[in-house]
């Protein structure tokens, strides 16, 4: 098929390694890679800038139905774009909840209204009774979701969380469904009796939140949770784990030859509880911040590759409702924004101090997602037939993170003043550029459903 555009003389980065070349995209695919620039088309000099997979961002909120005064479809999307993803798997989190039908319906509504680039959509479990819980996830994988979110800790009233008794019973249908079973993992009763007892003290400081929430939290939930898939057989994605010894657990498990992944978030990698100490409640999140061992053992743990993916777990709130926890910390929601700064954040931390190569950094943050989420080879790779979606970096750029530039909602950043090294560029979605040099080049809507529903959507 004849050529429509071309990125010239990029590093461009492959399966295979990093090569001195230019892309050639036809009909929104890669239709061929090769040494020499292409001539006679519409053509990007990269002029030797880092040429990434488009991000596949596996873990966001965008809170679109029902609390859109925090952040939207259009607006986050926007920022993800900003961020060089071209993908985005969007929680279940909204109002109502996308644990049935109906509520599946509409969000997808909402998202081919407003989204900017490609995604697919989590579903949801929430206690119910056992006929019920089988009919929604089977209606779920009809429509499109390839995976399923699961709180073994409360996350919101829409949203309770599953005892052990419906966790069983999720995962052994999610085997049999064949389909993905996301896992917050940490141990409700415990965290719940740390809260009341830390309250009925006085205490209403941010590191009392921490306290709230121990390592023991999620060490022990990711014991269980990984003893109950094995013996269900059920696929489990252990979502925005921040602890060091969770991921010992999961590589003794890969071990033994378990299906098991696992995510972390930038937020574990770069920041620590100092800095929930010195911003409150702007870097309140669950799991919380650990102590900066932790987060230099969690870099072993990224590099060694027993940590699968990265996701932004952007989750953003308004400022008052944020502020609310300024002078006690239990008022304030748990959250941090991060879909626009999670890239920028690895190329300045991984690849400038923590020999982060570009083949690893496209795996965690664009491949290794895809083949999870069952979208590979379409996304998460640069390779002759795949989507042409990119991320076009340029990893020498120094920039200042700035909330008020930030193009989600919600214009504020825990990581605010942060001198970074490496910009997002320019990023494109099936052959057409989305985002360049800050701005948006399409409008909302111009994102697709990249799900495979068995009946129609």
């Not at 989204?115 to 479990?125: E, F, I, P």
Request: a negative charge; aromatic letters at 6%.
């Amino acid at each position: 098929m004849p050529l429509e555009s071309a990125i010239n003389n990029a590093r461009i980065v492959t399966p295979s390694g990093v090569i001195h070349g230019s892309v050639g995209v036809a009909e929104g695919r890669i239709a061929a890679i090769q040494m020499e620039p292409f001539s006679g088309v519409p053509s990007i000099d990269a002029a030797g800038r880092v040429l990434l997979p488009g991000l596949v961002e596996p873990h966001a909120h965008f809170w679109d139905p029902g609390a859109t005064h925090r952040e939207d479809w259009a607006h986050g999307t926007a920022g993800a774009a900003a961020g060089g993803i071209t993908t985005v798997i969007e929680m279940p989190l909204s109002l109502p909840p996308t644990v049935d039908r109906a509520a599946f319906q509409l969000k997808l509504e909402r998202a081919r209204a407003g989204a900017h680039v490609d995604y697919l959509l989590w579903g949801g479990v929430v206690p119910v009774p056992s006929d019920e819980l089988t009919q929604r996830m089977a209606d779920l994988r009809d429509l499109g979701a390839m995976s399923y979110k699961v709180f073994m800790c409360r996350a919101a009233n829409e949203f309770p969380a599953c005892d052990d008794g419906v966790l069983h019973e999720a995962l052994r249908e999610g085997a049999r469904l064949d389909v993905l079973m996301g896992i917050h993992a940490e141990n409700d009763a415990l965290i719940h009796r740390r809260e009341e007892e830390l309250r009925a003290s006085g205490r209403v400081d941010p590191m009392a939140y921490a306290e709230s929430r121990p390592k023991l939290a999620e060490r022990d939930a990711i014991a269980g949770v990984l003893e109950m898939a094995a013996e269900t057989g059920a696929t489990i994605y252990i979502v925005h784990m921040s602890l060091a010894e969770g991921a010992e657990l999961v590589k003794a498990a890969k071990a033994r030859g378990q299906r098991c992944h696992v995510e972390t978030c930038p937020q574990y990698l770069v920041l620590d509880d100092s800095a929930l100490r010195e911003q409150g409640p702007w870097a309140k999140c669950a799991p919380p911040l650990r102590d900066r061992e932790n987060t230099e053992r969690m870099w072993e743990f990224l590099l060694d590759g027993t940590i699968d993916t990265v996701g932004s777990d952007h989750a953003p709130f308004t400022r008052e409702e944020k502020e609310a926890g300024e002078t006690e910390i239990w008022r304030a929601p748990n959250g941090l924004t991060g879909i626009q700064t999670m890239l920028p954040l690895l190329l300045d931390e991984g690849l400038g101090r923590r020999g982060l190569s570009l083949e690893r950094l496209a795996e965690v943050t664009a491949t290794n997602a895809a083949r999870i989420f069952r979208l590979y080879p379409r996304k998460g790779v640069i390779a002759p037939g795949s989507d042409a979606d990119f991320a076009l970096i340029d990893p020498d750029a120094e920039w200042t993170i700035t909330g008020a530039d930030l193009l989600h909602k919600a214009k504020w950043t825990p990581y605010e003043g942060r001198r970074v090294k490496g910009r997002v560029d320019l990023t494109m979605v099936r052959g057409v550029v989305v985002f360049q040099d800050g701005r948006m080049l399409v409008d909302p809507g111009y994102g697709r459903f990249v799900g495979r529903p068995v009946s129609g959507a």
